[in-house]
């Protein structure tokens, strides 16, 4: 068992503890602290705890510019220090250790992350209509536009978040996307060049990897190819920028894995034959290797594709649903049933009807044996 993971559980429900909070359980964790569900005056919460050292220096200001449409609420925030007694050796003194910790409290999230949304779609929803998409385009962009809501708080504070991922986009009632995780946010003085701080592999733009200093468009458009990485992600199903694929690993750079994983990606997604052309437009042009050829936050909130059946969407989420389960097959269906939907999503599924001779999954779904919406 690892001690040193042991005695960072324990001093997180010491801070916990100080604090007046009850910890449940932890419920994640990273390079820059854990998470953990805590509770208290009978209702729950999230809590991040962080220790505050020399390597890992703590800028609360940081935390708190992270307000906006679409960012998860900040409740409480605080620095706390422990202090406990070491002896060493039995004629050694007791001494005094500082242990300093900074934490904030947050909304937690009942229904997990965007990525628990794309698994749980993966395996437990099987469609009675013909070649009806998991994630179509209403149900897309029904999240995209939400990511785009929260871009629109960084661009308008000149903040950058450095780790857009599904993973760090949690889902609320009504299906409502709130971005989480501050470690790497920063904000830049847009006169000033700047070097990029981090982030996490697969969704990192290839300029994260070279060693230069970068104005602030420039730096500001690596939020905006994880965004497109993230989109991919849902869309496909799969990362296309992903380990080593060499036997001499050694020579092999991350920013060649990054290439190879965009022309991958470009690749994919100009193949699609039935795909709506803005959205493959918009997609293809956010995950540009050249950061001046992608596109900027102007052309993104200015999509096209973006700005399609709004009114659809607008009208689904209004229904007095009952649960998100119900709230995901309108927007599915919805895509189903839009103009020019029907028709090449029945095209793209009579071809696939007729290749399939594997698993039946085709043909079962044309025989109405599974029935929209429902679970296995």
């Known amino acids: 068992m690892d001690d040193t993971k042991e005695d960072s559980i ?16 932890k419920i994640g964790s990273g390079s820059y602290g854990s998470v953990i569900k805590v509770e208290k005056d009978n209702k729950k919460y999230a809590m991040k705890v962080i220790r505050a050292d020399s390597k890992n220096k703590i800028r609360p200001e940081k935390v708190r510019e992270f307000r906006g449409k679409n960012l998860v609420k900040i409740l409480k925030e605080k620095s706390v220090k422990l202090i406990e007694t070491k002896k060493e050796t039995e004629k050694e003194k007791e001494r005094e250790i500082g242990k300093n910790f900074y934490y904030y409290v947050m909304e937690l999230s009942f229904i997990g992350c965007l990525l628990d949304i794309y698994k749980y779609l993966n395996s437990n929803l099987i469609f009675k209509e013909a070649f009806v998409e998991k994630f179509g385009d209403n149900l897309t962009r029904f999240f995209v536009s939400q990511m785009v809501n929260a871009f629109r708080t960084f661009y308008q504070g000149n903040l950058i978040h450095y780790d857009i991922k599904p993973d760090n986009m949690l889902i609320f009632k009504g299906l409502e996307i709130k971005i989480i995780d501050f470690s790497f946010l920063k904000k830049l003085n847009p006169e000033k060049t700047g070097k990029i701080p981090g982030g996490t592999f697969g969704y990192q733009a290839p300029e994260c990897f070279y060693n230069h200093e970068y104005n602030y468009d420039i730096l500001q458009k690596q939020d905006y190819f994880a965004l497109g990485m993230t989109i991919f992600y849902l869309k496909y199903g799969n990362l296309p920028i992903r380990g080593f694929n060499t036997e001499n690993k050694s020579d092999y750079t991350r ?47 200015r999509n096209k594709w973006l700005s399609k059946n709004t009114n659809e969407i607008r009208k689904i989420k209004n229904i007095n649903l009952n649960d998100e389960d119900s709230l995901i097959q309108e927007l599915q269906k919805s895509d189903f049933i839009i103009n020019n939907a029907k028709y090449y999503r029945k095209k793209n599924f009579d071809e696939r009807y007729k290749n399939d001779n594997d698993n039946k999954k085709y043909k079962q779904v044309r025989k109405g044996k599974f029935k929209f919406g429902k679970r296995k």
């Open 10 to 25: 324990d001093d997180i429900k010491k801070v916990v503890k100080k604090e007046k909070f009850i910890f449940i359980e």
């Open 255 to 301: 920013s060649n894995i990054t290439s190879e994983g965009i022309e991958r990606a470009k690749h994919a997604i100009k193949s699609e034959k039935y795909q709506d052309k803005d959205f493959t437009e918009f997609l293809y042009n956010l995950i540009q290797f050249n950061p001046k050829d992608r596109l900027n936050f102007e052309d993104i909130k």
